[in-house]
């Protein structure tokens, strides 16, 4: 079991940056990719950005390349996604995600642990 606390969300206007951490308490977190995704009202989750078990791969959503870094600190059970250039269209809750493999992957299917999310809005 996996449990999973999102925080660092908050209100923003375009172009500022954040910094959302995710904190992971159970069974073999070091071992587990983690993902970030988001849900804007009245759209479906999407994926974001993950990270393999050991930090040495990420992937991203096209959307936020090169504007979002997630990176991992095993060793303090956290992962992070820093977010620069913050664009209205960032506006979403923001998940952090959990799967049981050590493979960075791209669909919400694959994370069985989510947290509760932490709201993000840019203004503009």
């Known amino acids: 079991q996996v449990q999973l606390v999102e925080s660092g969300g908050g209100l923003v206007q375009a172009g500022d940056s954040l910094r959302l951490s995710c904190l992971a308490s159970?069974?073999?977190?070091?071992?587990?990719?983690k993902g970030w995704f988001r849900q804007a009202p009245g759209k479906e989750r999407e994926f974001v950005a993950a990270?393999?078990?050991?930090?040495?791969?990420?992937v991203y959503a096209n959307s936020v390349k090169d504007r979002f870094t997630i990176s991992r600190d095993n060793a303090k059970n956290t992962v992070y996604l820093q977010m620069n250039s913050l664009e209205p269209e960032d506006t979403a809750i923001y998940y952090c995600?959990?799967?049981?493999?050590?493979?960075?992957?791209?669909?919400?299917?694959?994370?069985?642990?989510w947290g509760q999310g932490t709201q993000v809005t840019v203004s503009s």
């Open positions: 995600a959990a799967r049981s493999s050590t493979i960075a992957t791209m669909s919400v299917s694959d994370y069985a642990y």
């Open positions: 159970g069974s073999s977190y070091s071992l587990r990719a």
């Open positions: 990270v393999n078990w050991s930090g040495g791969a990420t």
